[in-house]
T-cell receptor, first 116, second 109 residues
Framework: GAVVSQHPSWVICKSGTSVKIECRSLDFQATTMFWYRQFPKQSLMLMATSNEGSKATYEQGVEKDKFLINHASLTLSTLTVTSAHPEDSSFYIC????????????FGPGTRLTVT | GENVEQHPSTLSVQEGDSAVIKCTYSDSASNYFPWYKQELGKGPQLIIDIRSNVGEKKDQRIAVTLNKTAKHFSLHITETQPEDSAVYFCAGSQGNLIFGKGTKLSVKP
């Protein structure tokens, strides 16, 4: 149990366009989902936390108008990178946790975004 | 806020040897300490975790120990195999996860 999927696994887009990444909990209801960003050979950096039906809480320094997060259901959260630029190229990873056990996070396989 | 330090950054061992990775944390309120294994190009995979009311937990070749007084916890892998080669991250939590910088483990056949 506790399987999280992401789609797409990789995406290449042109500078100025927007890209949407989906995160799904396949076998449990995820009341909280997290979005991380990871640069090569570095640790995971939390971007934002979202609770189902509520607005996401963004970490300091993360532009909420650039990284739009929607958590409309208990099994789906989306991250949209708007007006992408080459510096947005990174590995984006989501995680999900169950109700009452928010500290136990199960991670998706990640999405490699390359902006040309 | 919480700060998690992880050592070493790289670790190379011979197949069959043991590997130990250590982490320290700063916030005594942290009460959950997971360890993740991340293979190249993949998301982190939870391999073992420990709550603050437990001093040690073991799962086959993997064990984690926690010293609340000293605020440090360690991952122990025994009888290492080449497939154990990956980057390992520790984390501390009292809500959100705060990750260490990772340890690249290489197991040489």
């Amino acid at each position: 149990g506790a399987v999280v999927s992401q789609h797409p696994s990789w995406v290449i887009c042109k500078s100025g366009t927007s890209v949407k990444i989906e995160c799904r909990s396949l076998d449990f209801q995820a009341t909280t989902m997290f979005w991380y960003r990871q640069f090569p050979k570095q640790s995971l950096m939390l971007m934002a936390t979202s609770n189902e039906g509520s607005k996401a809480t963004y970490e300091q320094g993360v532009e909420k108008d650039k990284f739009l997060i929607n958590h409309a259901s208990l099994t789906l959260s989306t991250l949209t990178v708007t007006s992408a630029h080459p510096e947005d190229s990174s590995f984006y990873i989501c995680s999900a946790s169950r109700a009452g056990v928010s500290y136990e996070q199960y991670f998706g396989p990640g999405t490699r975004l390359t902006v040309t | 806020g919480e700060n998690v330090e992880q050592h070493p950054s790289t670790l190379s061992v011979q197949e069959g040897d043991s590997a130990v990775i250590k982490c320290t944390y700063s916030d005594s309120a942290s009460n959950y300490f997971p360890w993740y294994k991340q293979e190249l190009g993949k998301g982190p995979q939870l391999i073992i975790d420990i709550r603050s009311n437990v001093g040690e937990k073991k799962d086959q070749r993997i064990a984690v120990t926690l010293n609340k007084t000293a605020k440090h916890f360690s991952l122990h892998i025994t009888e290492t195999q080449p497939e154990d080669s990956a980057v390992y991250f520790c984390a501390g939590s009292q809500g959100n996860l705060i990750f260490g910088k990772g340890t690249k483990l290489s197991v040489k056949p």
